[in-house]
């Protein structure tokens, strides 16, 4: 189709943790549109398999270790030339009580998910600075925004909370010299991750009793908001925070 506003052909796309559940449903969801998806990830296995599948190319990337998110960076502008849009999905969570939480299970949590999206914010950020355009989707999560119960998890909420502020930040700081920075909030996903609280049924009763569609989501409802923000059709969205929920967050 012509001038179709969401195409991203002959762009490049980086998606951090790509290559599993909801990144690899963005990394399809990107493909499928056009662009050339670079899966960074940090499980070699699951990078380079869903690299292969998706015609793209796979660079291990450790999202905590600076070191790791600019050697990622300088590879991909040397074999592209470039980066036109950043998913920052890496992502961890634990449930434990706040006054029994470990100080290195705090530091695993914010590492991952607060750190690891400045770090990658911020070194490709650089590159989208100096060509001056691009587009940054942070997967944020309804966890920061609302405190989900009844499992404990302060540390994953914190961080959640923390990628939406540096969103709106950098979207401030970014937005006059041609960089778009927003985010992507969903509710609970069927996902590796929350099927392990499924299990306890206590808390799927809860999950889903508060959620006014009354399911959880499946990673490719999420996928294409995603699509949405790394497009041209959202060229005036910047600083969004889009909660995809299924209601949760309206009662």
């Known amino acids: 189709m012509e001038n179709n506003v969401f195409s991203l052909q002959d762009r490049v796309a980086v998606v951090t943790g790509g290559g599993r559940s909801l990144g690899l449903q963005i990394s399809r969801a990107l493909r499928d549109a056009g662009a050339d998806v670079v899966v960074a990830e940090v499980n070699a296995e699951t990078g380079a398999e869903a690299a292969e599948e998706l015609g793209g190319t796979f660079v291990r990337t450790d999202v905590t270790d600076p070191t790791s998110v600019r050697e990622m960076v300088a590879a991909v502008v040397e074999s592209h030339g470039r980066i036109d849009v950043l998913v920052n999905n890496a992502g961890v969570v634990h449930n434990i009580p706040s006054e029994d939480v470990p100080d290195d299970e705090w530091r695993k949590v914010m590492s991952v998910n607060l750190d690891g999206v400045f770090y990658c914010c911020r070194e490709v950020g650089?590159?989208?600075?100096?060509?001056?355009?691009?587009?940054?989707?942070?997967?944020?999560?309804?966890?920061?925004?609302?405190?989900?119960?009844?499992?404990?998890?302060?540390?994953?909420?914190?961080?959640?909370?923390?990628?939406?502020?540096?969103?709106?930040?950098?979207?401030?700081?970014?937005?006059?010299?041609?960089?778009?920075?927003?985010?992507?909030?969903?509710?609970?996903?069927?996902?590796?991750?929350?099927?392990?609280?499924?299990?306890?049924?206590?808390?799927?009763?809860?999950?889903?009793?508060?959620?006014?569609?009354?399911?959880?989501?499946?990673?490719?409802?999420?996928?294409?908001?995603?699509?949405?923000?790394?497009?041209?059709?959202?060229?005036?969205?910047?600083?969004?925070?889009?909660?995809?929920?299924?209601?949760?967050?309206?009662?």
């Open 126 to 251: 650089r590159a989208m600075l100096e060509r001056g355009s691009g587009a940054i989707v942070n997967i944020a999560s309804m966890s920061g925004v609302i405190s989900n119960h009844p499992q404990p998890q302060s540390a994953y909420n914190a961080s959640k909370a923390g990628v939406i502020m540096l969103t709106k930040s950098l979207a401030g700081e970014w937005a006059g010299r041609g960089v778009r920075v927003n985010a992507v909030s969903p509710g609970y996903i069927r996902t590796p991750m929350t099927e392990v609280g499924l299990a306890n049924q206590e808390w799927a009763d809860v999950w889903i009793s508060s959620t006014p569609i009354g399911r959880l989501a499946e990673p490719e409802e999420i996928a294409p908001a995603v699509l949405y923000l790394a497009s041209d059709a959202s060229s005036f969205a910047t600083g969004t925070n889009l909660l995809i929920d299924g209601g949760y967050t309206s009662w």
